[in-house]
C-alpha cells in the first residue's frame, strides 16, 4: 500500500471515530426510544460554538472550554427530554418534527453568534508524529482515543449498568417496563443526555480539524443517521464500525476519484449494505 493511500487510510479511520461519536447517540436512542432527535447535529455545533468562545474569547484552555462545550451539549439535552416529556409517549413523528423546529432556532441562533462564517479553534495537540512513514497531528490523535474511551464507555454503560438494563428493557417493550417499575421519564433523561454528550464531545474534538459552523448540524447528522443504519441500530461496536466505513470510505474516495463526490460515497456505501445486509452490520440480539 503506498505512504498516500496509507495517510489517508489512517485519516478516514479518525475522522470516522467522530462520526461514530455523534452516530452511537442517535442508535441508542432509536433502539431504547423509537424516536428521532433531529436536533441532535445541533448539539454537536453548540459544543463547538462553546469551545470556539471561550478559547478565543475568553482565553480559557482548550481542555477545559471543551469539558464546559461537552455539559452545554449534555444540558442541551436534559432540557429537550423535559420539554419532549409528552410527545415522547405519542407518536415519534411529532418528535421528529419538535426536534426539527428546536434545530432550526438553535442552528439560526448560531449562525447569528458566528456572524454567518466558519470559524478554526485552536488545539494545544497540533504537533505532527509520524506513525510508520504517515503524519498525524496530535489532535487527531487525541481524537482518536478519546472516540475509543467514550465508545467504550457507552458499551460498559449500556451493557453493564443497572440504567443500562433498563434502557435495554424500555428497549423491548415500553409497557411492560413501565409495569415492572422502570421510570420511563428517567430512562429518556439518560438517554437524551448520553446521546448530546456524545455529540459534543465530537464537536469538540473535530472543532480544531473541521472548524465551527452553524450549518454544520444538518450534514452531521446525515452522516450520523448513515452510520446508524450501516451499523445496525442500537449498536455500540456497530456505530464504531459503520463510522469508520464511512470515514475510510470517503477519504479515500475523494483522494483517488474527487472531493466533489465526498458525500455521495457513503450514500453509496449505505445502498451496498442495504442490499447485502439490510439489518446493518452489527444488530444487537433482542434479549
Known sequence: MSELALQQLLNGVVVGLGYALVAVGLSVMLRVLDAVNFAHGEMYVIAGLVTFTATRVWDVPYVVAGAVGVAVAALGG?????????????????????????GLVI?????????????????PFGGLI?????????????????????????????????????MRAVAENHAGAEVLGVDLQRVAAVVFVL?????????????PIVGVSALAGINVVIKAFVVVILGGIGS???????GVALGVVESLGSTYLGSEWTNGFGF??????????????????RT
Open 107 to 123: 442552528s439560526h441562533l448560531a449562525n447569528l453568534a458566528l456572524v454567518g462564517r466558519a470559524r478554526s479553534v485552536d488545539s
Open 130 to 166: 509520524e506513525i510508520g512513514g504517515v503524519q498525524l497531528t496530535g489532535q487527531r490523535i487525541v481524537l482518536a482515543v478519546v472516540s475509543v474511551v467514550a465508545l467504550t464507555g457507552v458499551h460498559l454503560l449500556v451493557s453493564r449498568s443497572a440504567i443500562g438494563r433498563q
Open 78 to 102: 436534559l432540557a429537550l427530554a423535559l420539554l419532549l416529556r409528552k410527545v415522547l409517549r405519542q407518536d415519534p413523528f411529532n418528535v421528529l418534527l419538535a426536534t426539527f423546529g428546536v
Open 195 to 207: 446521546a448530546t454528550a456524545m455529540a459534543g464531545l465530537a464537536g469538540v474534538l473535530l472543532a
Open 236 to 242: 455500540v461496536a456497530g456505530a464504531a464500525v459503520g
Open 268 to 285: 453509496l456505501l449505505l445502498i451496498a449494505v442495504l442490499l447485502l445486509r439490510p439489518q446493518g452490520l452489527l444488530t444487537p440480539r
